[in-house]
C-alpha cells in the first residue's frame, strides 16, 4: 500500500523536462529509465514502437 497517492512524488512529465528525446523512447520502449532502472510500480512495464514513443515525446513537449 503506499503511504501517499503516487501523483504526489511522481517525476513531472509535461514538456519532458528531465529526459532526452533518446532517454524517453527508451524508457518507453524497454521500461528502463535513464538511471538503468526498471519503472516502479504502479507505471507498468511499458513496450511502445520507437514511432510510438517518439510521438508521445513530441505530445508531451507540447504541453505548457
Known amino acids: 500500500a503506499w503511504s501517499e497517492p503516487f501523483a504526489f512524488w511522481a517525476p513531472r512529465i509535461a514538456g519532458l523536462p528531465q529526459h532526452t528525446d533518446e532517454e524517453f523512447v527508451r524508457l518507453m ?8 532502472r526498471h519503472l516502479m510500480l504502479p507505471m507498468p512495464q511499458f513496450r511502445m514502437t520507437e ?14
Not at 29 to 36: E, K, L, M, S
Not at 51 to 64: H, Q, W
Request: charged content about 25%; cysteine-free.
Open 51 to 64: 514511432e510510438d514513443a517518439l510521438a508521445i515525446a513530441a505530445y508531451l513537449r507540447s504541453l505548457p
Open 29 to 36: 520502449t524497454t521500461g528502463v529509465n535513464r538511471d538503468g
